[in-house]
């Protein structure tokens, strides 16, 4: 079962790697694309903007789950500062991911229902009609995968807070 769960894990972080280079190549792109045609060319690249938010929105979201995959997302910890003793600093560990957990179950609920209410309004975009629930759909998917990432680390915590590695 651990085997699968980190095959899993891989196959998904790749995923997530792949979407965030191709976005990425493909924002930058399209900005360069539509500066020469305006600038250069004279010709107006319409729309290119909701083709980069569509990038933008899985660039973005897709982007920042993987920073909650290795737990490299912004934070204030201080609890080095506060707290001087190992075993100290490990039960507070155990509470910011508790409170990670709860919050991000809570996030998650909300992304859910905003996406849904985004597929039921079906919005899209004035010039290529395109859905904005698609680009939304990220939002979902990134806090399903945030929600999971800190429920491991919130595992892998009381793991060590009992005295395990890993």
Not at 1 to 28: G, N, P, W
Not at 59 to 68: D, H, Q, V
Not at 118 to 143: C, D, G, H, M, Q
């Amino acid at each position: 079962m651990i085997a699968f769960l980190k095959r899993a894990d891989h196959v998904i972080f790749k995923i997530q790697e792949y979407i965030c280079i191709i976005t990425s190549v493909l924002i930058t792109s399209l900005i360069v694309i539509a500066a020469i045609m305006r600038y250069i060319l004279g010709i107006n690249f319409g729309g290119s903007e909701e083709l980069v938010l569509f990038a933008a929105f899985w660039f973005y979201f897709t982007g920042s789950s993987l920073a909650y995959r290795d737990d490299a997302h912004i934070n204030a910890d201080m609890t080095s500062l506060l707290f001087k003793s190992e075993k100290a600093k490990k039960r507070m560990a155990v509470v910011k991911y508790a409170v990670s957990m709860v919050i991000a179950i809570v996030a998650t609920a909300w992304a859910f229902q905003f996406v849904s209410w985004s597929f039921e309004l079906w919005p899209t975009t004035p010039i290529y009609k395109l859905p904005l629930a698609l680009s939304r759909l990220s939002i979902i998917v990134s806090f399903i995968l945030m929600s999971i990432y800190v429920l491991i680390h919130l595992i892998r915590s009381v793991a060590i807070l009992k005295g395990g590695e890993n």
